[in-house]
């Protein structure tokens, strides 16, 4: 299994333990909903998407019997997902606490980062799956 696999897997299960903790003070304090898209996409972007990387750089390829075409950019596809989440996040958290129009910017800037990171998910799973092997 490549490095950056197992990282995916691990930090997608760490993002689902800080979601869920985040998720229960939303319940506990109602004033913490301002920071739902947080708890929302710490899920979505974080336990869900990143499990499904993890998974999906190591079975697909197999599901194809080939290997992963680009897996340098598999690894620089691992560190924008996580800091163009956590970026986003930050930026969110800060904005929503007391807002600047700097901090919207930052949010919106690793918002890209992290919409960088999809299309280089999409573009190396394409670009393994797609061609025809000649038999
Ligand atoms: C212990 C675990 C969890 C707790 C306590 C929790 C709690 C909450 C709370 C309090 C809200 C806000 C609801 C509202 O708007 O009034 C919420 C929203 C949301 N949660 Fe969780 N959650 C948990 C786990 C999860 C998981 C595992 C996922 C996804 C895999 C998830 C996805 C979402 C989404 C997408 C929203 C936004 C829904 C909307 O806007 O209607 N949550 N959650
Ligand atoms: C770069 C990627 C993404 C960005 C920048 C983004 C941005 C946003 C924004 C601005 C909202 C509205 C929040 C609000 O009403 O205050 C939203 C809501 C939502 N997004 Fe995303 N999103 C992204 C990816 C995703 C993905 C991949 C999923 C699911 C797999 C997802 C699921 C949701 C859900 C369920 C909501 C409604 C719950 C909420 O309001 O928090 N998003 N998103």
């Given at each position: 299994m490549n490095r950056f696999v197992k990282n995916f897997i691990i930090v997608s299960i760490v993002y689902l333990g800080?979601?869920?903790?985040?998720?229960v003070c939303m319940l506990w304090n109602q004033s913490l909903?301002?920071?739902k898209f947080v708890h929302s996409h710490l899920n979505m972007l974080g336990w869900v998407s990143m499990m499904i990387y993890g998974?999906?750089?190591h079975i697909l390829p197999r599901f194809a019997g080939k290997p992963l075409k680009y897996p340098?950019?598999?690894e620089f596809?691992?560190?924008a997902a996580n800091i163009g989440l956590v970026g986003m996040l930050a930026f969110y958290?800060?904005?929503?606490?007391?807002?600047s129009r700097a901090f919207t910017n930052m949010t919106v800037l690793f918002g890209a980062v992290e919409v960088l990171s999809i299309g280089l998910f999409f573009y190396?799973?394409?670009a393994?799956?797609?061609?025809k092997t000649t038999v």
């Open positions: 800080i979601s869920s903790l985040l998720g909903i301002s920071l998974v999906g750089y340098k950019m598999g596809q691992f560190w958290t800060l904005d929503a606490v007391g807002h190396n799973m394409l393994t799956l797609l061609p």
